[in-house]
């Protein structure tokens, strides 16, 4: 595992299936999709929203009169404050002796416990078993698990030596997972695409 350690975010709420982090700077939050990590256990962003602290208190438009958004927040630095980013990440596996286990862990991570941006070399070890992809298939998320699972093996291939070669492997085992479901299996597919 890597010693470069990235964090970005410490956990809020969690279950076995999955925690909700918020970030220590406002708008910061992993892309759609991404491999993050807190404590042993491992994750991947399936969902991210900036809303006010207060539950139930929404922000105001406040630019009417302000010439960029920059300058919004610069006539109002307690927005900052009184805003935060947040994400919710799908459990996909966790960390035990060394090893990567692509399946539940035994307990939720802990409240307050921080969240790392997985580096590189971390995703390219985490991605050398398309085990998590069931996980994700079952998963219920606000985003539709369609988007998560191809932004997730998209910003794996980006770290993996052959990304074509992976995303073919990829598509195979979904074809496996998902061979009740060719329509489901074909909309993944479509969005692997890479520009």
Do not use: W
């Not at 805003?83 to 596996?93: D, H, K, N, P």
Request: hydrophobic letters at 40%; aromatic letters at 8%; one cysteine or more.
């Amino acid at each position: 595992m890597s010693t470069k350690q990235n964090k970005i975010a410490e956990v809020i709420e969690a279950s076995t299936a999955q925690f909700t982090a918020q970030c220590y700077e406002l708008y910061e939050v992993p892309s759609l999709g991404a491999l993050v990590r807190t404590g042993d256990i491992y994750g991947i962003v399936a969902h991210a929203e900036t809303t006010g602290m207060e539950p139930g208190r929404k922000p105001i438009a406040r630019g009417k009169d302000a010439a960029t958004e920059e300058a919004v927040y610069k006539d109002s630095p307690q927005l900052k404050k009184l805003l935060r980013s947040e994400f919710t990440a799908a459990v996909v596996g966790y960390r035990k002796e060394g090893k990567i286990h692509q399946y539940l862990p035994p307990q939720p991570a802990k409240i307050h416990a921080f969240v790392y941006l997985c580096p590189p070399e971390e995703v390219d070890e985490f991605s050398k078993s398309f085990t998590f992809l069931n996980i994700l298939i079952n998963s219920a998320f606000s985003v539709p698990a369609e988007e998560v699972i191809a932004s997730s093996l998209r910003q794996m291939s980006h770290v993996r030596e052959d990304s074509r070669s992976f995303l073919v492997s990829a598509g195979k085992e979904l074809a496996n997972l998902l061979a009740s479901n060719i329509a489901r299996v074909r909309n993944i597919l479509e969005k692997l695409k890479i520009d």
